[in-house]
């Protein structure tokens, strides 16, 4: 069974760096797709960074370059720089079938998420 537990959250000076993790309970092979979402509060969950069977990370708009999704066997990882107080979200892992690569993994598998604040 996949599970997913993010962390690497907190609080953070605006114009700070964090580094989120996501452990997968299994190795996750090039046969899934696997993605940051973020939830701002009182909006919809929105998908953030994406890295699929092809290996290539693929961005929302928003980001700007100032986040960086990577990966090793058994972890993925998101690095925000420049942090803005309009990150301030829950961040979550997921993962999908492989498949058309698309930001969103047509994620089937969550974490729990980890909350990320960022303070003026």
């Known amino acids: 069974q996949v599970r997913l537990v993010e962390s690497g959250g907190g609080s953070v000076q605006s114009g700070g760096t964090l580094r989120l993790s996501c452990a997968q309970s299994v190795y996750l092979s090039s046969d899934y797709c696997l993605a940051w979402f973020r939830q701002i509060p009182g909006k919809e969950r929105e998908a953030v960074a994406s890295?699929?069977?092809?290996?290539r990370p693929r961005y929302a708009q928003f980001t700007s370059d100032r986040f960086i999704i990577s990966q090793d066997t058994r972890n993925l990882y998101l690095k925000v720089y420049n942090l803005q107080p309009s990150d301030t979200a829950v961040y979550y892992c997921?993962?999908?079938?492989?498949?058309?690569?698309?930001?969103?993994?047509?994620?089937?598998?969550w974490g729990q998420g980890t909350q990320v604040t960022v303070v003026s």
């Open positions: 997921a993962a999908g079938p492989a498949g058309p690569p698309r930001l969103n993994c047509d994620a089937k598998y």
């Open positions: 890295i699929a069977g092809d290996g």
